[in-house]
């Protein structure tokens, strides 16, 4: 079983639309979790951290299940400019080390 | 500010030949990581190093070596290249250390495509 699972999608969506993805991971003893977004052939970015309680940042939701140790992110008001491929990542690290592990994403295409 | 800068952009390499990736960061960071990415595998760690001084292997070590030259720069060498490296390689950096508190953004650079043939 992969450390962290993601629907490869593609998702196709018009604007406006709400989407949403989730994550699943293995390792339980993971500490904290991240959405990061990544353009074709270009680096990835942080989106957004993903807390406990569950955080909101414009028109982007996080949640994290621990329990089922899931996660999601949903967007709202799909824009054209959303389409790219979303990472969902996991650290795994040490009290002073980042250990990112990073799922195979989930491509968003969003059309006019 | 450059953030993280990689050079060379991309490179072709015939089997059996060598090459260092370089890495370097401006933000002062203690932390930074050596990944590539391949198709349907998303990112993965090769080596990392927690601060200056220290590195460790990531989850794919094997054919790659590293060195932390300073705090601002981890290069990357490969030193008999073989048609499995094929891959695009990311560098990244993050604040790390010890301040009790371990999750921070990673900041990626721009890549290096390489192809060995």
């Known amino acids: 079983r992969k450390e962290v699972e993601q629907d490869p999608g593609p998702f196709n969506v018009p604007e406006g639309a709400t989407v949403a993805f989730n994550c699943t991971y293995s390792?339980?003893?993971?500490?904290?979790f991240f959405w990061y977004r990544q353009d074709c052939r270009k680096e990835p970015k942080l989106l957004m951290s993903v807390y406990s309680s569950g955080n909101e940042d414009g028109r982007f939701t996080a949640q994290l299940n621990r329990a089922s140790q899931y996660i999601s992110l949903l967007i709202r008001d799909s824009k054209l400019s959303d389409s790219a491929t979303y990472l969902c990542v996991v650290n795994v690290g040490t009290y002073n080390t980042d250990k990112l592990i990073f799922g195979t994403g989930t491509r968003l295409q969003v059309f006019p | 500010n450059a953030g993280v800068t990689q050079t060379p952009k991309f490179q072709v390499l015939k089997t059996g030949q060598s090459m260092t990736l370089q890495c370097a960061q401006d933000?002062?960071?203690?932390?930074m990581y050596w990944y590539r990415q391949d198709p349907g595998m998303g990112l993965r760690l090769i080596y990392y190093s927690a601060s200056e001084g220290t590195t460790d292997k990531g989850e794919v070590p094997n054919g790659y070596n590293v060195s932390r030259l300073n705090k601002r720069e981890f290069s990357l060498r490969l030193e008999s290249a073989a048609p499995s490296q094929t891959s695009v390689y990311f560098c990244a950096s993050s604040e790390g250390g010890s301040r009790g508190r371990f999750s921070y953004e990673q900041y990626f650079g721009p890549g290096t495509r390489l192809t060995v043939t």
């Open positions: 390792n339980s003893a993971s500490q904290s």
């Open positions: 933000m002062n960071h203690n932390s």
